[in-house]
């Protein structure tokens, strides 16, 4: 059984930048990982996701050109770097898996194993 548990959160001014972590317990390069954020009221959002190789990655228009999503393999561990934070950014990010046949959806209907969340809060 895969488990994801997320960090990395915390609270950063407009412009800033972090980067989560998605650490997994189990086989995770057999799964396409993604990562998701909501934020209060609002519906749960596919941001990016990354192949099991690495060797490809999709993004949400919203975050195109400031994340960059990686994994190293080696470390089961899945990297979301986030530059150019927006207000708007601001919401709980979680990452979860899905089979490859799924990869280049990020529908959230397709993705499991969720991990907890991490709190992002960009504000001046």
């Known amino acids: 059984q895969l488990q994801l548990v997320e960090s990395g959160g915390g609270l950063v001014q407009p412009g800033g930048s972090l980067r989560l972590s998605c650490a997994a317990s189990?086989?995770?390069?057999?799964?396409?990982i993604g990562w998701f954020r909501q934020a209060p009221g609002k519906e749960r959002e596919g941001v990016s996701e990354?192949?099991?190789?690495?060797?490809?990655?999709k993004y949400a228009d919203s975050v195109w050109g400031r994340f960059t999503i990686s994994r190293d393999n080696a470390k089961n561990t899945v990297y979301l770097q986030m530059t150019s934070l927006k207000p708007e950014d601001t919401a709980l990010y979680y990452c979860a898996a899905t089979f490859p046949h799924y990869y280049g959806s990020l529908h959230a209907a397709n993705f499991g194993s969720w991990g907890q969340g991490t709190q992002v809060t960009v504000s001046s």
């Open positions: 990354i192949t099991t190789s690495g060797d490809s990655a």
């Open positions: 189990g086989r995770s390069l057999d799964y396409v």
